[in-house]
C-alpha cells in the first residue's frame, strides 16, 4: 500500500516571496504523484501531475514540482508567490487498488500568503 | 460548461436521521468516487464506482451507501449507524476507470453536512 506525508500543516509566507511545499511518499511499486490546490469551501482542482519523463513538472499558477527517487519526494515550489495562492494543499499518490488503482492523499499544507 | 454538481451546499440534520447527497456529472466520466474530509485528515474515500451498477467499498465505508444508476448520478446516503457523519463531502469523477487510473480526477464543490 501507499501512502504520502505532508510535513508542514501550515505555512506562512509573505507576498513575493518563494515557497516550498514539503511532500513524500512511500509505495512497493512505481507510483503517478499529483499536487491538487482547494479553496476556501470548494473542490480540489489538479495542479500538476508526474507520470513519467522529466523530473520537473510544471503546473498551473506558476507552480512546479519535483520528483526525487531516491528521497521519495515531490515537492512544490513556487517562486514569488501572491495573495490568490492561499488556499490547502494536496499531493496524492496513485498505486494498485483491485480492479485499478487508489488515489491517496496526504492530511494537507495550508499556505497563507501575507503582505 | 461541463462539470460536477453537488447539492446541497449546506446541510443540517437530527441525529439519527439519513441524508442524501446529490452528486451529478456531465462529463460523460465512467468513474465516480465519493471524499470525505476532515481537518487534518486529508480526504478518505468512502465508495467508488466504475461503470453504472457497480460500485465498491472505499477505505470508510461503514455507515455509508450508494447507488450508481446512471452514468451521470452516483448519490450518497450518509445512515444513521455513521457515527461521526460531520463533515465535509466530497464527490469526484475521472475519465479513465481505475484499471489504467493515472489518478486525474474531478471534484465537485462539496457538500457540508452538520449533523445537531
Known amino acids: 500500500a501507499q501512502s504520502v506525508t505532508q510535513l508542514d500543516s501550515q505555512v506562512p509566507v509573505f507576498e513575493e516571496a518563494p515557497v516550498e511545499l514539503r511532500c513524500n511518499y512511500s509505495s512497493s511499486v512505481s507510483v503517478y504523484l499529483f499536487w491538487y490546490v482547494q479553496y476556501p469551501n470548494q473542490g480540489l482542482q489538479l495542479l500538476l501531475k508526474?507520470?513519467?519523463?522529466?523530473?520537473l513538472v510544471k503546473g498551473i499558477n506558476g507552480f512546479e514540482a519535483e520528483f526525487n527517487k531516491s528521497q521519495t519526494s515531490f515537492h512544490l515550489r513556487k517562486p514569488s508567490v501572491h495573495i490568490s495562492d492561499t488556499a490547502e494543499y494536496f499531493c496524492?499518490?496513485?498505486?494498485?487498488?483491485?480492479?485499478?488503482?487508489?488515489?491517496?492523499f496526504g492530511t494537507g499544507t495550508q499556505l497563507k500568503v501575507e503582505l | 460548461d461541463g462539470g460536477i454538481t453537488q447539492s446541497p451546499k449546506y446541510l443540517f440534520r437530527k441525529e439519527g436521521q439519513n441524508v442524501t447527497l446529490s452528486c451529478e456529472q456531465n462529463l460523460n466520466h465512467d468513474a465516480m468516487y465519493w471524499y470525505r474530509q476532515d481537518p487534518g485528515q486529508g480526504l478518505r474515500l468512502i465508495y467508488y464506482s466504475q461503470i453504472v451498477n457497480d460500485f465498491q467499498k472505499g477505505d470508510i465505508a461503514e455507515g455509508y451507501s450508494v447507488s450508481r444508476e446512471k452514468k451521470e448520478s452516483f448519490p450518497l446516503t450518509v445512515t444513521s449507524a455513521q457515527k461521526n457523519p460531520t463533515a465535509f463531502y466530497l464527490c469526484a469523477s475521472s475519465i479513465e476507470r481505475l484499471a489504467g487510473h493515472t489518478g486525474e480526477l474531478f471534484f465537485g464543490e462539496g457538500s457540508r453536512l452538520t449533523v445537531l
Open positions: 496524492a499518490v496513485s498505486g494498485p487498488l483491485r480492479g485499478g488503482n487508489k488515489l491517496t
Open positions: 508526474y507520470l513519467s519523463g522529466s523530473t
